[in-house]
């Protein structure tokens, strides 16, 4: 898990420390190919209970919301909410990722703004 996370996670915000790092995401196929892969991976084990456990204890979702707040490609964010929306279902964990800073307005806005379906499913899923 540790490894797949790292595959999806540039530099990006470290929320544990207060350090405030700009996100750089390369544009190249490889990259988008393999933050797909990877982020699939997350998303699939995030509905596993002792999973979703160990990745709430990461910095992973932190940086999802960071991503997040980025304007990311439509797949990406379709992802990254499915990650944290398969978290928000597991047990005592819900009220933990509201108070992630902006989870709930960033969702909230994708739910208003994004035209693609998969994207909103996902957003829904917080509702």
Known sequence: LIEQIRRILPSCADTHTGRNIDMVYES????????????????????IPEQAAFLMNSPLPSV????????????????????LANLACQHGVVSRLAQEN?????ALEIL????????????????
Request: hydrophobic letters at 45%; charged letters at 20%.
């Open 28 to 47: 190249s196929e490889a990259s988008e190919t393999d933050f797909e892969e990877a982020g699939c991976t997350l998303w699939d084990v995030s509905s």
């Open 64 to 83: 999802l919301v960071c991503l997040l707040q980025t304007n990311p490609k439509d797949r990406q964010a379709e992802v990254a909410l499915g990650v």
């Open 102 to 106: 902006g989870l709930v307005e960033v």
């Open 112 to 127: 208003i703004a994004s035209l693609h379906p998969p994207t909103l499913i996902e957003a829904v899923r917080f509702w």
